[in-house]
Structure formats: C-alpha cells, structure tokens
C-alpha cells in the first residue's frame, strides 16, 4: 500500500498525512472522514482507504480505493487512477486471495501505464504481477524487469521490494544461499527508512514467507527483533492472513507457543472475508500448533473441508499416522508431492519425511533410511539446514539403533539445536533415547529427561506422555547400582556421565538444552558433593563406579 501518494485537498485531509506518518491510523481516519463530510475528493478517498488498511478493515479499504479509482478516471487522472488499480490488485490478491479481481486489476493498471506513457508506475505494474504470479521462473523474471526500471528511474522503493521479490522466487526454486541475501538487504534498507511505509510491509512479508519456506525460524526471529521499533510505532507489518500464518508458524518452529497461537487467531480473523483458499493456510497452520499440543481431534476438526489445501497435507499426513492408516497417509503425501512437481522441493522436506516414516511402519526400513540419505543429500545441494536435519533422522530413525543410528541422530539433533526448532530437536532427542536405551541406557535416560522438560515447557502434552512412558520404562529396567548416584540430584548425575563422555560445557548445554552458566552450576556441585578436585577427576570416578 503507498502511503505516500496521497496529495492534501484540504486542511482535515494535511492532518490525515501528518497522522499518517506518525502511525496514528484511527486519527488519521477520523481526519480523512472529516474531509469527505465538506469534499468527496478522490485522493482524501485514496487515503482513507489507506488508513482503513492499516486497521484491518480490508473490504472498506477496497471499496474506497474503487470509489477513488472511479473518481480519478472521472477528473483525467490516468496516473493516480493506475495507483489506485494497483492497490486494489494487492488487495484482492494479498488479503482476499481473489485472483481473478487482481488479474483484472493489474491489467487495468497496466493499459493506463501504456496509454498514457506513465513510465514511473511500469515497473510497478511488473512487481505486482511478480508478487501475484504463481510461477516461480516468471516471478524472478517479472521481479527483475522491476529491479531495472527501479534503478533507471531512481526508485528506492520499488527497488527494495523488487530485491526481496528476487530472493523469496529463488528460495521458492530452492536456491536459499543464493536468494536470502536479496530477502536481508531489502530488509535492512526497508527499516532504514530508505522507502516508505508500504515498503516494510512488501519486505517483511516476503522475509516472512522465504523464512517460512526454508524453516530458517532464527532469522525471521532476529528481523521481527530488529523491526521492534516500527511495530511499537506504527503496529505489526503482517497485514494479511497468509503473512500474519507465516510468522505464526515462525514462531511455533521457534518455541514461542503461546504468542504462536495469538498470531494464527488472528491470521483467521483476517482471512474472515477472504476466498476459502487464503484462510486455508492459517487454518493447516493452527491444526498443526493443535496436533504438537496433543490435541488430534481438534486438529482434524479445523482441516474439515480444507484436506486438499496445500498447507493442509502434511498436518493430514501424521494425523494418519497417529491413527496408524499408513495407506492413506502415504496417499496423501504423494497426491501432495505430484502437485509441487516432485521429491527436489523445499516444500517437499517435510512429507518425505513422513513417507520415510510410513515406510518404515509397514516395515520397509531400508527404503526410509535410503530415502533420508537422499534428502539429507538434497539439503546439502540446495543450501536447506532444516531438510538435512530432516534427512539425518529420518535415516537414524529407519536404523532404530546402533552406531550408525546414533550418528544420524546426534547430527539431526545438533542441527535443530542450531535451527532454533526446539520441539523438533526433542522430538529427535526421544528417537535417540529409544535407540540408546539399551546399548547406553544412562545417555538415553539423559536424552528423555531433557526431551520431556523441554516438551512440559512447549505444551506438547502428547509427546511428554510418551517421553514419561519411556522414562518409567528406564527407571524400571535399570541396573540398581545405577539408581543412586551417592547423594546426586538426578540432573546432576545425568550431568557426570555427559563430564565423563568428555562433553564441554557449551556441548552438555546444548544436549540438555539448558543455559552453560547453568551446566557450570551443577559440574560445581558434583565436584563438592563428591570431593573431586578436577573434570578429569569426576570423569575417573564415574569410570570407577560404573557411571559410563
């Protein structure tokens, strides 16, 4: 939305822009409401709408801009009127996910841009039918046409939002190194008030979906930190359902639950008069924070009607796990992976691993670890952390146990350790506390105690109950000399016995996901408790009584 084109008509009109700029929308409403009582001008109109935008209230917004639209064309204003046609296909593509309006819209636009020889909108013609092409070959294509007429024309802000259109088309073919650097400097320019208002929005929503895309949690993370200061004035940037699903589903990759489900409420709230389609996304996402919490029938409530969206088929995949109908579940995955075009997408990372998990539910182990190996491969070549780490456990998974599983596992929980993805690193920790538990039954114990604090912490009540299964399970299986640690706290011997495998500190925090000031703590605590002077004397002592 251009919050910068808006002439003053009149004097309530100025106090609008003035209120505008400062990011007091409903002053800026009443002001512009005010004008239109003494003048129904089009640009006080525009800017109405504008205002309107910036609140939530998208069908009002839409039927000012129509209304301006319509009233430019009447006064011979090819050029505001061509603005307006490509607010409207923004709209109707971004907020209301009609693509048919917004076809219309653009192609409006883009006859006046001719007719008139209207050079400096061409290259935004060209960025909003990037932003609604499917395809992403001409998205990239349509996306640097605009980056040329930007620089030509000097336009900074077309400029930085072509830039982050360039980086989300090439992460969308899979090329994450080479794309994210397009999606950081648009971003970093963006909040340096290099452009207007609009131009946030266009880069933090493409930040948000490329960060989505590629699981890349800590460093949408780390922008929403660094615009802190652009929500406290002027208010959240996801202005759409789909932006407002991405940085929820952010922040449920991040561990951020509990505002995770805020964000996801209100992606739906926002989707209220969009087409079935749009609110399909926030709905997959919300059925997924709700599977993660444990709570399957209510995730399977939500998808009703909405099974065949995009979003939807990997929640529907495990929910066919959960219910063991391995059949459909592997239906559902391949149906999924035909319309994405096959196994070599980013989008695919998540349903090939639940395949690996069917496959080896009906006993085809082999096929699950061959297939991980080929989409940790996959990870690799297309620069994707979160579809390596995929890959390792679902290879260290189809193993069950041994060193190979071991291995496999290790590295997948590292790296979604490093990804900032805590459910999923514990979820990895149980897997590996399940393939441990009898060839190293105190590291596997260690394992599901911090996988089950980690999960009581999240909210995940289905996998804390399996994690507690397990732990009693351990509890009643091990060796009695192993039971009492001399007047240790559980966590302090869990602690020992990682001191003794010769883990640092940074690597037994990491383990244990818990801070190093805190490891030190308890390494501290050991020592006196059992008189030791040294790490190399505690590691000598847990040899000698078996603590290995």
Wanted: hydrophobic share 45%; glycine share 8%.
């Amino acid at each position: 939305m251009n919050t910068h084109d808006t002439p003053p008509s009149s004097a309530p009109a100025q106090a609008g822009l003035e209120a505008m700029g400062r990011g007091a929308w409903e002053q800026a409403r009443c002001a512009f409401e005010h004008s239109l009582q003494a003048d129904e001008s089009p640009e006080v109109m525009f800017g109405l709408a504008i205002v309107l935008w910036w609140l939530g209230e998208t069908r009002e917004s839409v039927r000012y801009l129509e209304q301006a639209y319509a009233a430019f064309r009447r006064h011979s204003d090819p050029a505001q009127a061509a603005s307006a046609a490509l607010e409207l296909c923004f709209l109707y593509h971004e907020n209301l996910g009609n693509h048919a309006a917004a076809a219309g819209w653009v192609a409006r636009a883009a006859r006046l841009v001719d007719r008139f020889d209207l050079e400096p909108l061409r290259g935004r013609v060209s960025l909003i039918k990037a932003c609604s092409c499917p395809d992403p070959d001409q998205r990239e294509d349509l996306a640097r046409q605009a980056l040329r007429l930007a620089v030509v024309g000097g336009d900074r802000d077309l400029e930085l939002c072509a830039l982050s259109e360039i980086g989300a088309a090439l992460i969308a073919k899979g090329r994450v190194d080479e794309g994210m650097p397009h999606v950081d400097e648009a971003m970093a320019g963006a909040l340096a008030a290099e452009g207007q208002l609009d131009t946030v929005i266009v880069t933090a929503c493409r930040m948000m979906e490329s960060c989505d895309r590629c699981a890349d949690s800590q460093r949408a993370v780390q922008w929403v930190r660094a615009m802190d200061r652009f929500i406290e004035r002027y208010g959240c940037p996801y202005l759409n359902a789909t932006c407002r699903a991405h940085y929820g589903g952010v922040l449920f990759a991040s561990g951020d639950w509990q505002n995770a489900e805020s964000e996801l409420l209100e992606a739906l709230k926002l989707s209220g008069d969009a087409m079935p389609a749009l609110r399909g996304k926030a709905l997959a996402r919300l059925a997924e924070l709700r599977l993660a919490q444990g709570r399957v029938e209510e995730a399977e409530r939500l998808l009703a009607g909405f099974e065949d969206h995009e979003a939807a088929a990997p929640v529907c995949a495990r929910i066919h796990l959960l219910r063991g109908r391995l059949a459909l579940a592997v239906a559902t995955i391949q149906r999924r992976l035909g319309v994405i075009g096959g196994e070599d997408r980013l989008e695919g990372a998540e349903l090939l691993e639940l395949l690996g998990e069917a496959e080896i539910g009906r006993g085809q182990a082999q096929v699950a670890a061959e297939r991980g190996r080929k989409l940790g491969k996959l990870g690799d070549a297309l620069g994707c952390r979160v579809m390596r780490a995929r890959g390792e456990r679902l290879q260290g998974s189809a193993l069950a146990s041994g060193t190979d599983a071991r291995h496999h596992l290790d590295a997948a929980v590292s790296a979604f350790v490093s990804l900032g993805m805590p459910f999923e690193a514990s979820r990895t920790r149980l897997l590996l506390a399940q393939a441990l538990h009898e060839p190293d039954p105190e590291v596997a114990e260690a394992e599901v105690r911090a996988a089950l604090v980690a999960f009581e912490n999240l909210g995940a009540k289905g996998d804390a109950r399996a994690a507690a299964a397990l732990l009693r399970e351990m509890e009643n299986t091990m060796p009695e000399q192993t039971k009492d640690f001399l007047g240790l706290s559980q966590r302090e011997a869990e602690i020992l016995h990682l001191v003794a495998h010769g883990m640092s500190n940074k690597e037994i925090a990491d383990r244990l996901t818990i801070s190093k000031h805190t490891v030190h703590r308890h390494v501290s605590s050991v020592l006196s408790k059992l008189d030791l002077p040294s790490r190399a004397a505690a590691a000598a002592y847990a040899a000698r009584h078996g603590i290995l």
